[in-house]
């Protein structure tokens, strides 16, 4: 029972380093028995697993099976009815290791497998297959797969399934993938056409194409993208035009189409964005000016606009960010002034302006005070803006890699009674820390990538 015990749980210890400053510091411990005990559902015999098996296999039960399974120890012999619900492989785990750990403990509990880094070109599927009928979630990344594995339409109750890291150009038969799937993951598999598969996928909710070469899918073919998306994921496709397909996903809350190249489409072109988006990532698109289309975005949440050249849009250009942001990235846009709109963005919580040369900016007053987080890290800095003092909701604060030497201003933490971590990574300040915990003794003051 011990044994099992132990293979069944991670023992997480606490860890506390007493300092001048003490900070909370979690370590994770996995013990290993010399042999694993597993129940084996279709019998009532107890079986062992040998270690060398069970190394890199993690088998879960859920809190009530590990309950039973101490209460049968007391009374009786009889483990037949306590399952697994997930089996995960680690990489390189040898097919026949995964072949035996499923002939031994696959069944109809099994919800979850996860198989990571293993040539599975000499795999059983029906092993998998018929044992585990009944699995929810199907892992299988980087398994040199050139073709959906056989017999993958048994599993009428697959809701999610992640194949990234694979290579699905050639010759490929989607029409296997099951009717039920409501989260696809197909990153990073070679794919240069959109499977036609997609438009039967009714209950398809999240759908993630990151990382394959899509610039040649004609605006026909996007057709195919079912409207009951809610997550898209696009990013670096090399996509240069956005699929008119999007001005139909009424359902859509987050679009990511970050590391492709848009600098050539027009505002026209950018009225496909639903209205329904509350996540956007634009980031690293060769923006050099701002979408109107942005203007109606009323639920969008999350704007993420980091590494494109915005310098020269004006502060006129700057009103069509919605009022509804919560979360804004600027980070490294080129940036020599705050625009004038993030003043009247009063329910932004967490603003991102590293990387931009702000020594410049002589009216900080255009901070909303709504914020929580704000980063400026690496921009230049030779002094605190004393209006930083003014955000009384501030709880993060990122001044690392600035030329912050001089003490001056520091007095404005006093004001910041919720500031609980404060970044001075790579900076030049040369004020005595104790000073700065005694400004704010609740602050965690991070100096040192190393702490």
Not at 234 to 258: D, F, G, I, M, T
Not at 274 to 292: F, K, R, T
Not at 345 to 371: F, T
Request: hydrophobic residues 40%.
């Amino acid at each position: 029972m011990k044994n099992f015990m132990r293979a069944g749980a991670l023992l997480i210890i606490g860890v506390f380093q007493a300092a001048e400053n003490p900070a909370k510091v979690m370590k994770m411990d996995v013990v290993q028995p010399e042999a694993v005990q597993v129940p084996y559902h279709g019998s009532a015999q107890f079986t062992d697993l040998p270690l060398e098996l069970f190394q890199n296999v993690t088998a879960s039960l859920k809190p009530r099976d590990i309950a039973r399974l101490a209460q049968l120890n007391r009374q009786s012999r009889d483990y037949a009815k306590v399952s697994m619900r997930e089996l995960s492989f680690k990489s390189e785990t040898t097919v026949e290791t995964i072949n035996t750990v499923l002939q031994r403990y696959g069944g109809p509990f099994v919800k979850k497998v996860t198989i990571v880094a293993t040539n599975l070109s000499q795999f059983n599927w029906d092993n998998l297959f018929s044992r585990c009928q009944n699995l929810e979630e199907l892992c299988l990344i980087a398994c040199d797969l050139t073709q959906l594995p056989e017999g993958i339409e048994r599993l009428t109750k697959l809701k999610k399934l992640y194949i990234l890291h694979n290579n699905f150009n050639v010759g490929q038969h989607w029409d296997v993938l099951p009717v039920s799937l409501e989260i696809l993951d197909l990153s990073s598999c070679r794919l240069h056409q959109l499977p036609e598969r997609l438009a039967v996928l009714k209950n398809l909710k999240e759908l993630r194409l990151n990382e394959n070469d899509l610039s040649q899918v004609n605006n026909l073919a996007w057709d195919v993208l079912p409207v009951s998306l809610e997550i898209l994921d696009l990013s670096s496709c090399r996509l240069h035009q956005l699929p008119e397909r999007l001005a139909v996903l009424e359902h859509l809350k987050e679009l990511r189409l970050n590391e492709n190249d848009l600098s050539q489409v027009n505002n026209l072109a950018w009225n496909v964005l639903p209205v329904s988006l509350e996540i956007l990532d634009l980031s690293e698109c060769d923006l050099q000016q701002l979408p109107e289309r942005l203007a109606v975005l009323e639920n969008l949440k999350e704007l993420k606009l980091y590494q494109n050249d915005l310098n020269q849009v004006n502060n006129l250009a700057w009103n069509v960010l919605p009022a509804s942001l919560e979360i804004l990235n600027l980070s490294e846009c080129d940036l020599q002034q705050l625009p004038a709109r993030l003043a009247v963005l009063e329910h932004l919580k967490e603003l991102r302006l590293n990387g931009n040369d702000l020594s410049q900016v002589h009216y900080w007053g255009r901070l909303p005070r709504s914020l929580e987080i704000l980063d400026l890290d690496s921009c230049q800095l030779t002094i605190l803006p004393r209006y930083i003092g003014a955000l009384h909701n501030l709880e993060e604060l990122y001044l690392s890699d600035n030329r912050l030497s001089e003490v001056t201003n520091w007095e404005i933490l006093n004001n910041l009674a919720h500031l609980r971590k404060l970044y001075l990574i790579s900076t030049e300040i040369y004020m005595n820390l104790t000073e700065l915990y005694d400004l704010n003794p609740h602050i965690q003051i991070v100096y040192d990538l190393n702490l």
